[in-house]
């Protein structure tokens, strides 16, 4: 008898398994559901590796599972701009921001579908192959690129002087960037890249003497190179300004900062805040040249952060007209944390706030003046509207 009763409390348990296994939102009386099916939910990440470890039906390496763990809980966060890094990729970032500088000499920004071209420099390997902004490149060396970080992205592009890169490339069929014609593979012999971070150039139209100062980047001596180059075009007789940041992708804060206190004597550029790091407002930096003179700032579709930073500054501070497209959108920081792995995370931890209380979001900031080069003629649309809408200022 005992024998029965205890086969039939198994078979009894056994289809309570099975049922609420089948159906977990059924009311169990007595907690019965989590003795016989524990919440999954609650188990650790821990846990789930060490029971594929001892369970799973073949072999498989701790790293993977801890780079898949780790990937997938940055990937949770839905934030296109947190990576995680996994050993390999974190050791080819390194070297490439370490060594020198040589590539197919091109702005990119980051893109879900791998990376999108904001501009080519003259006498590159990349505007001789017929790249164009806008272009997709998906795949470099045959490998899908997709879903990466643009850090470890680019990393692959670069490489030592004279050796080759293929690169699979798409146009895109109209200016929203969402749709792409077929690809092409495209192959590039790497070389050393000398392009100056900052350039300017004075121009004569309507009776005024423009300063027209193209900034490619926001690295350590941005402020100082742009300043010089205003002081040279000052001595020039520049008596209107125009700063060019398109394809410009960013870069230091501080020197969004430093470029912005050229044309700003005071106030605010930008805040920053975060959950877990206080708000710090960052003001325009005293300068003895400060430059009151009308100001318009071209921007387009591969100007972002830093550049966004400026732009925004000087548009919501009603101190330049914004003209081109809208921009990238990309108003978040990040933060680099090395693991004991050999990996690294990349993690969003705050935000950037404009003058008035604007923010950066991610349709980018509108221009106040919408106008499209066509890289096909050889008129510069942008440029020449900015050197109309000074003209409108009263010398």
């Not at 003259?122 to 490149?137: E, F, H, M, Q, V």
């Not at 643009?150 to 690169?167: C, F, H, I, N, Q």
């Not at 995370?345 to 919408?370: C, Q, W």
């Amino acid at each position: 008898m005992r024998t029965l009763i205890a086969i039939l409390a198994l078979l009894a348990a056994f289809a309570c398994g099975i049922y609420i296994g089948a159906y977990p939102n059924t009311p169990i009386v007595g907690g019965l559901k989590d003795i016989v099916a524990p919440d999954r939910a609650e188990i650790s990440t821990d846990e789930v590796q060490t029971l594929i470890e001892n369970e799973y039906y073949r072999k498989v390496p701790d790293s993977k599972l801890t780079n898949g763990s780790i990937n997938g809980m940055v990937k949770s966060l839905d934030d296109k701009f947190s990576h995680y890094f996994d050993p390999e990729q974190n050791k080819d970032f390194e070297q490439a921001i370490s060594g020198s500088f040589t590539g197919v000499g091109m702005a990119v920004n980051e893109d879900k579908r791998g990376l999108i071209v904001g501009l080519t420099y003259p006498g590159s390997p990349a505007r001789a192959a017929g790249l164009k902004a806008g272009d997709l490149i998906s795949k470099v060396d045959g490998k899908s690129i997709a879903g990466l970080s643009s850090d470890v992205a680019v990393a692959k592009v670069k490489g030592p002087e004279g050796t080759k890169v293929t690169l699979t490339v798409a146009a895109p069929k109209d200016d929203s960037l969402k749709q792409y014609g077929p690809t092409r593979d495209v192959v590039l012999t790497r070389k050393v890249i000398e392009i100056p971070v900052a350039d300017g150039k004075l121009y004569k139209r309507d009776g005024r003497k423009i300063g027209v100062v193209r900034l490619v980047s926001f690295t350590e001596t941005s402020g100082e190179l742009v300043a010089k180059q205003v002081n040279k075009l000052k001595k020039q007789g520049a008596d209107s300004w125009v700063l060019d940041l398109r394809g410009n992708g960013g870069g230091r804060l501080d020197q969004a900062v430093e470029v912005s206190s050229i044309f700003l004597n005071n106030g605010m550029v930008v805040a920053t805040d975060g959950r877990a790091r206080p708000r710090r407002v960052y003001n325009a930096i005293k300068r003895d040249f400060i430059t009151p003179q009308p100001l318009a700032v071209l921007v387009d579709k591969g100007s972002a952060s830093a550049s966004e930073i400026t732009a925004g500054a000087m548009k919501y501070r009603d101190r330049g007209l914004i003209v081109g497209t809208r921009t990238y959108g990309k108003g978040v920081f990040q933060e680099v944390t090395e693991l004991d792995n050999g990996g690294a995370v990349s993690l969003t931890v705050g935000r950037y706030e404009l003058p008035g209380g604007h923010f950066i979001t991610k349709a980018g900031l509108a221009p106040d003046l919408k106008v499209e080069d066509n890289s096909n003629t050889r008129p510069d649309e942008a440029l020449d509207a900015s050197f109309a809408a000074l003209a409108q200022f009263k010398q």
